[in-house]
């Protein structure tokens, strides 16, 4: 539709610094998905992990009521987040927590707040990937002031979008692919192509275990690109 | 643990008009997990549907208090429901979709309630099963009293968990096991095997495409079974 | 209607153990009317108590969506409690209270969670009659394992429902003939037959002095065979 | 306590006109509790009632949050409502409709609030009664405007708390009273002596029939004096 | 429109000890605008002011239902408070707080509860006026309980509304006035005339400096004459 | 502290077009405070201005969690929107509205979306003066599609916020100016230098009458440049 071959990402962009309060910011680009990931630290880990020694990585996503095509309600307002938000917020906590090392972190809580300024597709993967770089900006700043000495990012993390159309396999699909995709794949990886998570959800047709390996071949590839963007943003 | 093999179901029991008001009721049990499903029809789409000559299958998912080894707070009384609970609502309800011709339901909507009177793992999945029944089931009511005249199931769906523990894969795993496993699966399938839902997160260690591999093979015929179960709580 | 004298109990069972988390559980059925009781053990008193040296017993009441002839949106699903829900939680915790030495209890708090599977009238006298149960087990357990040295429980307590319908007084309504009755009154009693709480209610004719005393008179028998009833479930 | 008799009321005032705009206002004193009374009118059924042909009578009691010993959060503040507030809102609503021909009002929704400006026990025997007052003013107005042509009223209504302490039987308690009961019992009757709600709670020690006699028998000569109360405010 | 010159209040009447249980009360009267003010103190600085060893003054300011012309739904029945209630709650709070020295309070909070059982044009400038009353009458209560020794009331506060309407400046607007009014302004002042709030609204057409010059110089009149009230009724 | 004059405005930006979606869009700047401001059109008056045949501008203000030096909970988790939040978009709104004819936007509803990407003091001045523009931009979208014929905006709407620190009177506060001040206030005003809004708020000490035609007159030079801004933003 733009131009873009099957397996191509669209243009990636993690401009880091992008906000000046928070310990880790990146607005994170996936072709028109603009995404402000940022980071903060927090001297104190959650109530229930007290005794366990150890700190969290937690993570809240959330549209700006403009973001998309026709503007939605602001959940503040309603009173209530909905399931899709609390959905989203979970995986991208769950996907970063695989990324770290919970001990090193000692009695911190890290929460990485990712609020997507304009959707077009993909927002949830680069929330991750975005996310990523403002937790790892904030472990650095850490290290670097002296309050650890051991940093807790232990592998990259990150996440791109595939779709099924017809019998053809996408990646990173925008919002109008999006809608007109059959099954939808959700691939979060490590920067060594562990799977760290994978949510396929089909349309309306099921899917086979032959088109589900043609995803995860063209994710692997995906990935390794935007580890790349990663390492660059963070001067690796 | 309990003396199952690695790849064996726990019993499986689908006991249909559990409850009398439903227009389709099923107490869906997966070893010592207990879920009451019930199917409620009501003779009008969602308003967000009304232009388009269709229906509509939703589920909810709730726990009772104290269906878990120690008690939870009840979500009406925080006032608000939870992220898990948002999340394994939305998917019992897309996987039962798939299994529905909503455009043959016209302008109805089916409501699934799953509520877990007791949980020792894999509640979802049981939600899943069960909830195809319950569905069936109001769907057959609709036939017989002449509202329908054609069915609007197109196939069967059914649902099942799969962990990775060390280097071993294991179906349908019980609370315990579910909380040592180092990657969890979810997987919801047609009865022909076409894949409708593959959620799969590595609790630390990420996992590989071998290992994704396996699972779907073990999980592959562990639907096979279950959807055996359905036809025969259906009498079919 | 369904053949039954006027002062004569529907079918009562009192299903203990029903599920295998909770310190006490009960299925508590009064006819079709169908609640599922447990009493859970938390060590420790409300904050508002504790310089008082005495325990508590709570009660939350709620029903299953479907549970009812047509089905009822869920309360967390609309974010807060009816006025009945909060009515009724409120009535079982009183009542339950009046049988219980709260200072045996010491510091710790047992709540009885009632969840209506299947209502068809007397919800709120099934839940109070099967939490009964369920808290004498909790207490029964809290003995035998040593944390308890004396029972806390110091009386039977039974809840049974009447109605006036013309001049007729009548015991135990179902739904059907609840929602015809002028007056309904629900009796929590003692195995002494003491008044615990007593509520009539007027659906639209005053009762009068006389209609009182034969109801309470009725009462009385019916809370009888209940509190038969429960010491036959807990094998006494 | 205050040198009155066992089965002597407080002093009574039933101010009538206390606010301006309302259809019917009234500030009702129990002794040192006051209650504000209010009835609105719309000229609307509730939407439930739609094709009854018929109206509703409703109420609200809330408390100011210094109308107590100790300030009370306020509900708007909590973003919720208790269970006592619900209760009680519930019972005065019931109270009051059974003194209306609810046919008579038409589609109109009259909706009496009761606000507790200073509680010093029987708050909510003091809102029936004054709430009486300030929605047969309101029918009142309906009819000198020509909206009605028949009175709704068909007959008083009045409650009166009463109490047990010790072996003695107490009319209309204060708030010290209260909180020392054995017993504690709300009576709502009919100007005929017809009983609309009895709500009787043993707080500890359970109570005997011969008890709730004493009780109704006392209670029925206080209610005469207070609707007695209520004819002279109306000026009949 | 009643007779009053442009530059006269309506008659003010502050009530004190209007209530008992409040450590100060005071009914507030503007013409027909009547706001029930309590001072209710908690020997308990709040969460956040821990640390610096001073005192805290707020304000909750609330309507009920049928103040109005209209009634108004119960904010704790719609569950949540609206944005006008909010800002006049934290108007009342700011302003009162400017009369009073915070570390004389020491630990203490004083919650200003101003309550309108009558609203007519003015509700939060009668709230301010009152409420400075009911606080000056509980940090008197505070130091003859010897609690405190200084007086923490450092300055008289009062407030009172203008109103522009066509060429014409007019004080104390009552509720048509109001309506009618181009542009409308809430004044808060100390006794010594310095300004403390000052909230200007133009309703269409933008008002000018000069405009702003006669409503301050008219509202210096009106507040000196407020203060006066306050002196009166605190018996100074 | 930074170098400007008293009288001085912040580096000031509106740069439109930011997003893509929204009907005008701009981020504005004032320093390092950054507000992204959406106008959505709805083709839909609010209900309750049915039968005036006009249409409305409404506004929504909100902060992201970590635009703050230190990180606040987002509105939507907590589940209501804090007062400040509310106070700020009635603010908004109204400025806004003063500077167009609603007449003229027809049934049309315009919602002003004010972001706050970055805090850095002024983010409701920003709001306002960001807003203007693309409220602007929206209603010239609205005439060149052809959807209106006449432009509703009659007049520029700007705002600024002033402070006194000791006796020095300032421009366009940074956030450590404003925590600093004495005396705080905020200014709409039209591009002829009449006031739409003016809200002073000592924070301590009373300001004087002097004080506050000091301000006006600064204020009024700031307004005059921002004015300027949105002129050249809009290309005129």
């Known amino acids: 539709m733009d131009g873009r ?4 990402l669209r243009p990636i962009s993690l401009e880091v610094d992008f906000t000046k309060w928070a310990e880790g910011s990146v607005l994170a680009a996936y072709g028109d998905t603009r995404v402000l990931c940022t980071a903060s630290v927090e001297d104190r880990a959650p109530a229930w992990l007290k005794e ?7 993570a809240e996503y959330s549209m700006l009521p403009r973001a998309t095509e026709t503007r939605s309600a602001r959940e503040a307002v309603r009173g209530k987040m909905g399931g899709r938000t609390h959905e989203i917020s979970r995986l991208i906590g769950r996907s970063l927590r695989a990324g770290v090392d919970l001990k090193a972190l000692q009695d911190r809580t890290i929460t990485i707040d ?11 993967t680069a929330s991750i990937t975005g996310g990523f770089v403002a ?16 940093d807790p990012i232990r592998r990259f993390v990150a996440a791109v979008s595939l779709g099924i159309i017809g019998d053809e396999v996408l990646l990173d699909l925008d919002f109008h692919e999006d809608r007109d995709a059959d099954a939808d794949v959700n691939l979060v990886m490590t920067g060594e192509g562990g799977i760290i998570e994978l949510q ?7 899917f086979s ?6 995803l995860l071949e063209m994710g692997r590839v995906g990935i390794d690109t935007l580890v790349q963007a990663q390492r660059n943003a963070l001067g690796l």
């Open 52 to 58: 366990q020694q150890q700190g969290w990585v937690t």
């Open 5 to 8: 071959k099957h397996d191509e």
């Open 209 to 214: 275990k032959a088109h589900l390996d043609r």
């Open 200 to 206: 396929g959800t089909a349309e309306g047709t099921p």
């Open 114 to 124: 990712c609020d997507v300024l304009q959707a077009d597709g993909g927002t949830r």
């Open 135 to 150: 937790l790892a900006l904030a472990c650095r700043r850490l290290i670097k002031s002296g309050a650890l000495r051991r």
